[in-house]
């Protein structure tokens, strides 16, 4: 189906154009919008900000349109988890830099990423790995190899990385010098936990960075300072991604790593504003609204076991575009299927008139929605419609 809305080129028109969209495709299942042109924008920011090479979380939105839309912004580098990761970026952007920035990998995945996929940056933080790559790449000359660190627990993180990745301080300092023999470059890496609240968070990640490579004595080329850059949802006040930057960049100089090539590697930073979801309400129950999406579907961060976030939200009525008279109360959503964690505590303030067939936009759903949903129960289905107007696929 081709849809195609009136474009309204400023930005206060926004919602009349989407509820325009919705009215007119009127959706069953949860809607997926993109906004392409807040992609770019975003992409450009980061890298005019950031002094060194700006890489993308794929994990976050893997899409063809989220990839090439920040390829053709200036993106060219990307951080991949998977061999499906790393397939799909060799065939959307040929040219791709390509870092394989899962700490455990499979044989054939590492295989494949080097003699199919050209790609040669891999992370590790264990000496199994280190000699699976080395095994599975037939002892190459040209590997650029990365340590990943473990962090002390970030408790301003919305998830923290380090209890599952990285290496202790002790053994990054083995691991640097056991990887220096093998590879043609050598780098660090850390990710201070994604949704990280607080910029000093890096300024630790980079000082434990600093230590550990002086300890080693090798030569390390490069430092990967993570994602976890955050993203403003409703009630928090947090620092500016330009005072994230410079955070780290003053932190690099004032521990002395600025010959190093510096990386970084955001997901939910660059993305997360692109998207936005739109859900329809099947039941109210008092102040609870239940679904027709939730925790197993594009809404999985909003779980209490995930932090509970707190998305920007908005009434689309099922008859036009009123929104009663402004007053806004609290609701809690609660998810399709019948397992009882699929449920969202919020609070979302939305207004007291919503009932059964509006719909609800959901903002700053660009990140690890769509790429998080699953079937549970039956309820995988969804649709995503570019804003500029096309429908970019089904599911
Ligand atoms: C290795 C790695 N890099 C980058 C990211 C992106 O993190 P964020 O979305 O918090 O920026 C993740 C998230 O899981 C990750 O595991």
Redesign the pocket.
């Known amino acids: 189906m081709v849809y195609s809305a009136p474009l309204l080129s400023e930005k206060k028109d926004l919602d009349h154009r989407i509820n325009h969209i919705v009215h007119h495709l009127k959706p069953s299942t949860p809607l997926h919008l993109l906004d392409l042109k807040a992609l770019t924008r975003k992409s450009k920011e980061f890298k005019s900000l950031f002094r060194g090479t700006v890489m993308y979380?794929v994990?976050?939105n893997p899409s063809k349109e989220v990839i090439r839309t920040i390829a053709k912004a200036g993106i060219k580098t990307f951080?991949a988890?998977s061999i499906e990761e790393i397939r799909n970026i060799r065939k959307w952007v040929p040219g791709a830099k390509i870092h394989f920035?899962?700490t455990v990998k499979s044989r054939e995945s590492i295989r494949e990423a080097y003699f199919d996929h050209a790609v040669r940056v891999f992370?590790l933080d264990t000496a199994d790995e280190l000699r699976k790559i080395i095994h599975e790449t037939d002892l190459a000359p040209d590997l650029d190899l990365y340590v990943r660190l473990a962090l002390p627990k970030n408790k301003e993180a919305s998830?923290d990385?380090s209890a599952k990745?990285g290496a202790s301080p002790e053994k990054a300092v083995q691991l640097l010098q056991e990887a220096r023999l093998v590879s043609a470059r050598l780098g660090i890496m850390f990710?201070p936990?994604?949704?990280?609240k607080n910029p000093d968070v890096f300024r630790k990640g980079i000082a434990v960075a600093a230590d550990v490579i002086r300890k080693s004595g090798v030569k390390v080329e490069s430092i990967d300072v993570?994602?976890?850059?955050p993203v403003q949802y409703p009630g928090q006040t947090l620092a500016s991604l330009s005072d994230y930057i410079s955070t780290i960049h003053k932190a690099i100089d004032d521990y002395g790593l600025s010959a190093l090539d510096l990386y970084c590697?955001?997901?939910?930073?660059?993305v997360a504003e692109a998207g936005k979801l739109i859900v329809r309400v099947e039941l109210r129950k008092g102040n609870t609204l239940y679904l027709n999406d939730g925790v197993y579907g594009g809404l999985v961060e909003a779980a209490k076991h995930q932090g509970g976030f707190i998305y920007p939200v908005r009434l689309i009525g099922k008859q036009s575009d009123e929104a009663g008279d402004g007053s806004l109360i609290p609701y809690r959503f609660c998810g399709p299927t019948c397992d009882s964690i699929d449920m969202m505590p919020g609070p979302f303030l939305l207004p007291a008139e919503i009932s059964e067939g509006d719909w609800i936009e959901v903002g700053l759903t660009g990140?690890?929605s769509s790429s998080c949903r699953t079937n549970f129960n039956g309820f995988g289905k969804y649709q995503t419609v570019i804003l500029d107007g096309s429908p970019c696929g089904k599911a």
């Open positions: 979380a994990k976050c951080d988890a920035m899962h992370v998830t990385f990745f990710h936990g994604s949704q990280s993570g994602g976890g850059f590697e955001p997901g939910r930073a660059l990140a690890y």
